[in-house]
């Protein structure tokens, strides 16, 4: 991989595991610091800050706002400056609207929405200060469009497709641009461990429940790959993708299109 991001600074959250973590080891790879977030077993983190040229890592809470503006502080500490942030840290909840625990809906707006603003109020004034940066966050398909019984997801990842939108219009006129990526359903731990309970469900095999049930919204019918994201993060932060800002790019397998 050309080394495009030499000389830059990344900070990654959500990026010990999963979509995270493959963008955070494209940055390295093409040549940027980075700096880890997350959660998981201490040997995982380790392996992370391995895979990522011993990245630096910050546990911050992302339903903190103190933690998350202290984490850019501490980025820009160790680095001496951030040129990339990448806001991926996310999770999920499922129910009915009116049986959603409000503890969760709350988790899910402060980690999934709150959490991009927070960490892009701290990082611009340093972005304009070098006059240089790129912020992009990974919102959903469902930043896009609606499913039931995902209420606060659907709502947070509609608020960063918004807050995205925004920001890029505030940094028009510096060489600044804030972009959202909005994927499908992704090959993650997390999602394929839906996969066996929707066959006990159905009772069918679990490549049926993986193609008519779990991915019956995205007509590839195949999972989008993290490295995919990945590569799309990797040029939304490069020298050659400076006219784009703004915007929210699907890379769903076709699922918006239908």
């Known amino acids: 991989m050309e080394q495009t991001l030499a000389g830059q600074a990344a900070l990654v959250t959500g ?66 400056r951030l040129d990339i942030l990448v806001n991926n840290a996310g999770i999920q909840f499922v129910s009915a609207v009116e049986e959603f625990p409000e503890a969760k809906w709350d988790a899910i707006i402060a980690i999934n929405l709150s959490s991009n603003f927070h960490a892009i109020a701290a990082a611009l004034p340093g972005m304009r200060s070098r006059g240089h940066g790129r912020i992009v966050n990974v919102a959903s398909a469902h930043g896009l469009v609606a499913s039931p019984f995902k209420t606060a997801y659907v709502a947070a990842k509609h608020g960063v497709v918004g807050l995205t939108k925004s920001v890029a219009l505030e940094v028009a006129e510096a060489p600044i641009t804030c972009n959202a990526i909005c994927p499908g359903f992704v090959r993650t731990p997390l999602a394929e461990a839906q996969v066996a309970p929707l066959a006990a469900k159905h009772g069918v095999s ?40 703004g915007a929210a790019l699907s890379i769903d397998g076709g699922w918006l299109a239908a």
């Not at 595991?17 to 080891?25: F, R």
């Not at 959660?39 to 933690?67: L, N, T, W």
């Open 206 to 245: 679990e490549e049926v429940a993986l193609k008519q049930h779990l991915l019956a919204k995205q007509p590839s019918k195949r999972w989008i790959e993290p490295d995919e994201v990945a590569r799309m993060a990797l040029w939304l932060v490069g020298p050659d993708s400076g006219g784009v800002n």
């Open 15 to 80: 990026s010990t595991s999963g979509i995270g973590l493959a963008i955070a080891q494209f940055l390295h790879r093409a040549g940027a610091k980075v700096m880890l977030n997350g959660f998981g077993s201490a040997e995982d983190i380790a392996a992370a800050r391995a895979s990522c040229g011993d990245a630096p890592y910050s546990g911050a809470d992302m339903s903190k706002p103190g933690e998350v503006r202290a984490m850019v502080a501490e980025a820009e500490a160790a680095f001496g």
